[in-house]
């Protein structure tokens, strides 16, 4: 079979590219190794996490929260196993969403494993060892990612697990260690501290989520904390030994080696970062150069160093999120096109998903000070918003940074609820370049969180808030 270009990986970075290069009139296969399409994001990644999120979120409202809201319940009881079948279905939703996309946009799925035999043959290789050749004008590459786990933390998917399996536990733990106080950790390990288990965070840095904004780690360990979380800063695991139903953790502190921690908990979850997947994928049979990292190196235009070789996602350099693959897949698909697309790395937000959310869009102000930028802060907590107050969701903050001069926004951090949401303006405001004081000038709705944004930029403009 001929094509004009083959994507290998169907994640979105891959499923988005095979789409766009169907529209632009490219006859369009895809191949992935599993089943089902969507990726790590769909299937293992962004979807079911979410839905245990929103699911166990649920649960901690109605046993911390109805009876102060007027709401009297009695027996309220979990049943876990419920809980995941429903992820289980909005994943399977997902995936029969994709598989239309693709139908829709005649586009060709080949399901097995996608390897270069030379620069315009692609073999797929079926889980029963059956193959068949592609020829390819042009192809992407979008193999995405999978998690690092040291070979010294005896990584056993029973006891020693990932997020893959932390998704599909059906008896709740009574404690749960997490390595790692990144994206992951934090929000698998949220799902759990809410649903009752106890829940300890090691993490190596001195703070959580070190590539935010450092306002935003403070507030969301704050947070984190009164929900019961316990965090070990500074703190290097030197010893994950899983035994049947348990698993022994050493950490020894990084200010005095003499200091160690240990547990003896029912799960130790690893969650300290993700490496590229490029195996057996015969990057060697045609030259393409990787990093240290095992990234694939591109140029600015995506490519590889083998000319109508492109790479996009998790595979390449940048931050590790659905939204950058995808934003890269359309990117790829029409400069293949001849089309002249750009992307704006900077304002590509990043965002949290625990209770409250967290979101940062721009430079930090850790990067701002790096760069020696002059520029003005202006904070607004969620505790003075009259809608948080209606929902009892008072933590948080939102930190509106702009030039000292011109005032262009240059990055806005957020806390609280619904920030994942509320990001987007920023984004917007960014990629216009408005200055704090358009943001402090436009009408927010009242009562909203919204507001806190306005208010932040009332702030940076001229300390001038109105509500505090
Ligand atoms: P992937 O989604 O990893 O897809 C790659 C696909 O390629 C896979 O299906 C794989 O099987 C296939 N493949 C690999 N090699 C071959 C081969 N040789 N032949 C055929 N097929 C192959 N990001 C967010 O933006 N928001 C979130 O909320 C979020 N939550 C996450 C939660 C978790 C628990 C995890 C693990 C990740 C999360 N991410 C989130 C990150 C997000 O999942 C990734 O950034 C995203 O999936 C990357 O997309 P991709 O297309 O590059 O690769
Ligand atoms: P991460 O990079 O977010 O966090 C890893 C954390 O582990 C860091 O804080 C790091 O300092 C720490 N760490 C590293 N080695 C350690 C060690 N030996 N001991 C203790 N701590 C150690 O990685 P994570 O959480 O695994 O997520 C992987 C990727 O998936 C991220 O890049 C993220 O972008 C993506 N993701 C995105 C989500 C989202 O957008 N909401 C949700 C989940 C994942």
């Known amino acids: ?57 649920h649960f901690h409202i109605a046993r911390e929260k109805f009876t102060k809201h007027g709401i009297d319940i009695s027996g309220l009881k979990l049943n876990l196993p419920q809980m995941i079948k429903r992820k289980g279905e909005v994943v399977l939703d997902n995936n029969k969403g994709v598989e239309f996309l693709m139908k829709k946009n005649k586009i060709e799925v080949l399901t097995g494993h996608g390897s270069f035999v030379n620069k315009n043959t692609i073999r797929v290789t079926t889980a029963d060892g059956s193959t068949q050749e592609l020829e390819a004008d042009k192809v992407i590459i979008a193999t995405g990612s999978k998690p690092i786990v040291p070979a010294n933390f005896n990584y056993d998917k029973k006891r020693v697990i990932t997020s893959t399996e932390a998704l599909n536990i059906e008896k709740l733990p009574a404690s749960m260690l997490v390595i790692g106080g990144g994206v992951i950790g934090l929000e698998l390990g949220s799902v759990y501290a809410r649903l009752g288990t106890e829940v300890h965070v090691v993490e190596y840095l001195d703070r959580i989520i070190p590539g935010m904004d450092s306002d935003c780690s403070r507030e969301l360990m704050k947070s984190l904390k009164s929900l019961g979380m316990q965090f070990h800063l500074r703190h290097a695991v030197t010893e994950v030994t899983p035994s049947k139903n348990k698993v022994k953790v050493v950490a020894q502190s990084r200010d005095d080696e003499a200091k160690t921690m240990e547990w003896n908990v029912d799960y130790c979850l690893v969650a300290i970062g993700r490496r590229p997947y490029t195996d057996q994928l015969g990057l060697e049979n045609v030259g393409i150069k990787t990093d240290a990292k095992g990234r694939i190196e591109v140029d600015a235009h995506l490519q590889t160093t083998v000319p109508g070789i492109y790479a996009i996602g998790d595979v390449i350099q940048g931050a590790m999120l659905a939204h950058k693959a995808e ?6 698909a029409e400069t293949m096109a001849g089309e002249h697309p750009h992307i704006n790395y900077n304002l590509i937000p990043g965002v949290v998903y625990t209770w409250p959310e967290v979101a940062g869009v721009g430079y930090t102000e850790e990067q701002l000070k790096e760069m020696g930028t002059p520029y003005k802060s202006g904070k607004f907590p969620f505790r003075a918003l009259g809608r948080a107050r209606a929902s009892m969701d008072l933590d948080g903050m939102v930190k509106v940074l702009a030039h000292k001069e011109t005032d262009e926004i240059l990055g806005v951090h957020m806390v609280g609820a619904r920030v994942a949401d509320m990001i987007a303006e920023a984004v917007a405001l960014m990629e216009f370049r408005a200055s704090a004081e358009d943001v402090a000038r436009m009408s927010h709705a009242h009562p909203t969180y919204t507001e806190a944004m306005k208010e932040a930029a009332l702030a940076a403009t001229g300390n001038r808030p109105l509500h505090l």
């Open 1 to 57: 079979m001929k094509f004009d270009v083959v994507v290998i990986g169907s994640g979105p970075g891959g499923y988005v590219a095979a789409i766009r290069c169907a529209q632009l009139g490219f006859r369009t296969a895809i191949i992935e190794r599993y089943p089902v399409l969507g990726g790590t994001c769909l299937n293992v990644g962004c979807i079911p996490s979410k839905a245990l999120l929103d699911s166990s979120e």
């Open 327 to 332: 934003e890269e897949g359309v990117f790829v």
